[in-house]
């Protein structure tokens, strides 16, 4: 069965109601911009296979609905992500101050080697801006994890974001599979492996 | 007598001879016979002789007589001659003194008589010339009226000239110049008739539409006077006033503005003239060219109000003229031609507005052109013309007016949709709350103190669309105005009008959203969610426009309750569809990630990722989307799951996977397992027991027959309505197998032992047993 990819790596879009996880990944998936608002109810996703390093990467990213209601729903999928997007709007200084519940979340709820990236989102906004890079640059570091600003409307660095993610995972699982040297040749490490690791990995993020 | 006297025997007997030859001229032979024969001749001749002798005697004494007489005769004669002598020379003399005396008398007498002569040559010439006179003066009028251009009086006179004047002066020449001259008169003057009657064409060309305008204006303010349509017109009439002011120079009535003198008196002068007829054809033919200028539309009608006017008002001053002229002028035209012009004119009319309105996009610019063809019916009613087609063209106008208004409102559906969330409403105040609430008739159950922010089930659109409804209903309403139709027409016309307006134009837009590639389940359902209530406000709506028409609200017939459910059928059809096709979809794109091992020698012991994931995403959706219908939920959910039975199944039997291990099976044994849990845990409500499991009934006795090897079962049961294996068909069952004896291939190399052989040897018999019933 010739796969049309080599590796497929679940990505999840988290952050607060209205900062543009919708639209971030509309850029990135079909390269357009939709002004009006329509904010996602339970969970979304789209799927976009791009190419890194000569290999061939399918990348089913998930789309949560930031409004509280649909917590329960969505926190379900963060178990499957491999890599997450947390998204803030550069405007609104309340969901970039959310970040560190959603950082919370995360811990809780996902496998503990995910990789996590920072997204400071509506960069083109410069004159409404509130939160300035350095501090967007400061919490990344805070929690050992990288950071970008983008624009979902200019189109300004989206794609540079999920690459960067998608590169870092990459990075990690080619490690992993050197590490473990798998039994079977052919075999390819399936997402569910990593949600059967044991919870102490929990640490390695910090380690990061 | 001397013979008597002689011897009387003798003396007897000759005398007696005598006496006969005296008395007897030419008779004289008996005697000399009787002489002869008595022998007397001798006797005789000397008696004879005596005879002679005695008559000389007597002559000669008688000449001795009247010779004395003769001598005194002679003597007096010659006395007479000396008397008359004298008496000559008396005359002589008095004629000389007569010759000299009247010679003076005879001078002056014939002077008299010249004289004479003159005066009678003056008396004829005199009379002669009172004769002329009128001749001259009637011409010389005749000269003034012509150099005057009164031209019918100028023919009078000339017809006095002719009979009267010019009969009395045949005999001279002048007469006979004046005779040749008047014919020509006459030409000259039907001539100068017939250019007045030019000009005066020309005029009125010129003039009709402004006659067309002020007879509409008239009409316009009489419509406006008149106490029956008063209230439907306040707003017209004030304008009116206001024009007044600024025309009320102009309040004669439409045909004081024309002097049509020029046309009765060239009739006059044709009637002198005994042209009538040609005048007449004249005429007629004139204005018959000028009615086909006049009913041929400027070829940009279409694009302004202004047009449509110019050409109304030229129209209909024409025939307000022609209608005069019919009136006034004694015939010049007669009804039939009018007529008979007007049918012409009037499908002209008719067809030229028809295809220009056509043109017209405007749904302003319609009202304005009906109110214009209004105004011109009734303008031309007053005048006597029919104008019935002009009505049906109203009609169609109208027809045409609403079809342009659904253009619009298509357009306005557009935009609310395009700046459509499709999320709930939602208000911050009571404010904002109360507003909704007014703008749109919701009986849900509101609760008893609202807290907000509120969300109302509906989207923002919903109150947007009924509001534009009104609107449009309105706007229909406004082409019923003055159209004189009854309420019943119009309310019927007014729900025709919503109805399509509905279920065409707005449904469409509604499809033509679900069509758009980007469109998300979410906004899918809120449509849906949408028109459920607008159909609900649709009985507002009924009842709005029965306020409106004073026509009883249908709303009470089953009919109507029927058919507004019915309303966006077609279109929730489509979004059901469309939600079906989305979810497909996105079950698709899981789909693609399935990452079967096929020849697994052991199972992993839980469901495939994508399995997980898809039954996540689903129970999700299903979770999420509370606000869905349950019917479409119920549609969708079972598309959702007929789609994945079906691609599992495809995966078995696609024909690019030649082995299958019996793990593999296993393993999608478990995920067919996961589907199950999923299909029985009621996703959606509604449902009826086991309906979800049943789409993935197939692959499970196709999963439970060769897991667990029950071949005796299924050949035994076989086609018997109890088999549990009945949905398995031997050419599936032979698919399967051939690509499971593939996948074991491997192993009879390896491993040889008896069991194997066995199964080996078993599956050889299966194969051939089903291959045996595949053929029947």
């Not at chain 1, 990819?5 to 543009?20: A, P, Q, R, T």
């Not at chain 2, 106490?227 to 707003?235: A, D, L, S």
Request: some cysteine; aromatic content about 10%.
């Amino acid at each position: 069965m010739a796969k049309t990819y080599d590796y497929l790596f679940k990505l999840l879009l988290i952050g607060d109601s209205g900062v543009g996880k919708t639209c971030v990944l509309f850029r990135f998936s079909e390269d357009a911009f939709n002004t009006t608002f329509i904010s996602t109810i339970g969970i979304d996703f789209k799927i976009r296979t791009i190419d890194l390093d000569g290999k061939k990467i399918k990348l089913q990213i998930w789309d949560t609905a930031g409004q509280e209601r649909f917590r329960t729903i969505t926190t379900a999928y963060y178990r499957g992500a491999m890599g997450i997007m947390l998204v803030y709007d550069i405007t609104n200084e309340k969901s970039f101050e959310n970040i560190k519940n959603w950082i919370r979340n995360i811990e809780e709820n996902a496998s503990a080697d995910v990789e996590k990236m920072l997204l400071g989102n509506k960069c083109e906004l410069e004159e409404k801006r509130q939160v300035s890079k350095e501090r967007g640059e400061q919490l990344a570091v805070e929690y050992g994890i990288k950071f970008i600003e983008t624009s979902a409307k200019a189109s300004i660095r989206v794609e540079d974001a999920f690459f960067t993610l998608a590169r870092d995972i990459k990075t990690k699982m080619e490690k992993k599979l050197e590490a473990s040297n798998p039994p079977k040749g052919g075999h390819k490490l399936t997402p569910t492996e990593p949600m059967k690791k044991p919870t102490s990995w929990l640490s390695r993020c910090t380690l990061l | 007598m001397d013979n008597l006297l002689r011897d009387p025997n003798e003396k007897t007997q000759y005398d007696l001879y005598l006496q006969e030859i005296e008395g007897i001229d030419d008779y004289w032979g008996p005697t000399f016979r009787a002489i002869f024969d008595n022998n007397e001749h001798v006797e005789f001749k000397r008696k004879l002789e005596e005879r002679i002798k005695h008559h000389d005697k007597d002559i000669e004494r008688l000449c001795n007589v009247y010779y004395q007489g003769f001598i005194e005769s002679v003597r007096e004669l010659l006395e007479v001659k000396s008397q008359s002598k004298n008496l000559n020379n008396q005359v002589v003399s008095i004629d000389k003194q007569l010759q000299t005396a009247s010679q003076a008398i005879s001078k002056s007498g014939v002077e008299l008589l010249k004289a004479r002569k003159v005066q009678s040559n003056i008396a004829v010439v005199i009379a002669q010339l009172n004769l002329c006179l009128p001749v001259f003066i009637t011409y010389s009028k005749l000269q003034k009226q012509i150099s005057e251009k009164r031209y019918y009086p100028a023919l009078k006179t000339l017809e006095e000239l002719e009979h009267l004047h010019l009969p009395h002066v045949a005999n001279y020449r002048f007469s006979n110049q004046l005779r040749e001259k008047i014919p020509k008169y006459r030409d000259k003057i039907e001539a100068a008739s017939m250019s007045d009657l030019k000009d005066f064409l020309e005029n009125i060309r010129k003039f009709s539409p402004k006659i067309g305008e002020v007879a509409m204006r008239h009409t316009s303010e009489q419509l406006a006077s008149d106490p029956t349509v008063i209230g439907r017109k306040k707003k017209r009439t004030i304008v009116h006033q206001d024009s007044n002011i600024t025309f009320s120079e102009e309040d004669l009535s439409a045909q004081e503005l024309i002097d049509f003198s020029p046309i009765y008196r060239g009739l006059h002068i044709a009637h002198v003239l005994e042209k009538v007829t040609n005048f007449e054809g004249y005429y007629r033919a004139e204005r018959t060219k000028q009615a086909r200028l006049v009913l041929q539309p400027p070829t940009n009608m279409h694009e302004s109000e202004e047009s449509y006017q110019n050409y109304i008002y030229a129209v209909l001053g024409f025939f307000i003229l022609e209608d005069h002229v019919l009136n006034t002028g004694r015939g010049l035209i007669t009804k039939v031609f009018l007529e008979d012009m007007w049918t012409m004119a009037l499908s002209k009319i008719t067809t030229a507005l028809q295809t220009h309105s056509a043109y017209c996009t405007d749904a302003t610019l319609i009202l304005r052109i009906k109110d214009l063809i209004m105004l011109f019916c009734t303008t031309l009613r007053n005048y006597g013309y029919s104008v019935k087609p002009l009505w049906e063209l109203v009609r169609e106008l109208r027809d045409h007016y609403t079809e342009v208004l659904m253009q619009k409102w298509v357009q306005v559906f557009r935009d609310i949709l395009s700046k459509e969330d499709f999320q709930p409403t939602k208000v911050l105040d009571q404010e904002e709350f109360e507003q909704i609430l007014q703008s749109f008739p919701w009986e849900g159950d509101l609760p008893d103190d609202v807290s907000f922010p509120y969300s109302f089930p509906f989207s923002s659109m919903v109150p947007k669309v009924y509001q534009q409804v009104k609107e449009f209903i309105y706007a229909c309403l406004k082409f019923s105005e003055d159209l004189n139709l009854s309420q019943v027409e119009v309310d019927e016309m007014i729900r025709k009008s919503m109805n399509l307006l509905l279920t065409r134009s707005f449904s469409g837009c509604l499809s033509s959203i679900f069509r758009s590639p980007h469109v998300s389940l979410q906004k899918i359902t809120q449509i849906i969610i949408d028109t459920g209530y607008l159909e609900d406000a649709n009985v507002y709506l009924d009842q709005f426009i029965s306020n409106i028409t004073g026509e009883e609200s249908r709303s009470g017939t089953v009919g109507t309750i029927q058919g507004q459910h019915a309303m966006f059928r077609v279109a929730r059809e489509d979004a059901v569809r469309q939600i079906c096709e989305k979810l497909r979809q996105k079950l698709n794109e899981f789909l693609e990630l399935e990452t079967y091992d096929w020849t697994l020698g052991e199972p992993k012991g839980h469901a495939s990722s994508f399995i997980s994931d898809i039954i996540a995403f689903l129970q999700t959706t299903f979770h999420s989307f509370t606000n869905l219908p349950p019917e479409v939920a119920q549609v969708a959910c079972r598309s959702a799951c007929e789609h994945i039975s079906n691609a599992m199944f495809a995966l078995l039997m696609n024909s690019e996977i030649r082995q299958i291990s019996m793990g593999a099976l296993n393993q999608l044994n478990l995920d067919l397992l996961q589907c199950e849990q999923f299909a029985a845990s009621e996703p959606v409500k509604g449902l009826q027991q086991d309906e979800l499991l049943a789409y993935f009934g197939k692959l499970r006795e196709l999963l439970d027959l060769f897991i667990s090897w029950d071949w005796p079962t299924y050949f035994h049961d076989y086609a018997q309505e109890t088999s549990k294996y009945k949905q398995v068909q031997p050419d599936i069952a032979i698919i399967l197998l051939e690509k499971l004896k593939e996948g074991d291939r491997k192993n009879i190399f390896t491993v040889l032992n008896k069991s194997e052989r066995d199964k080996k040897k078993l599956l050889e018999t299966v194969l051939k047993q089903l291959r045996q019933l595949s053929v029947k």
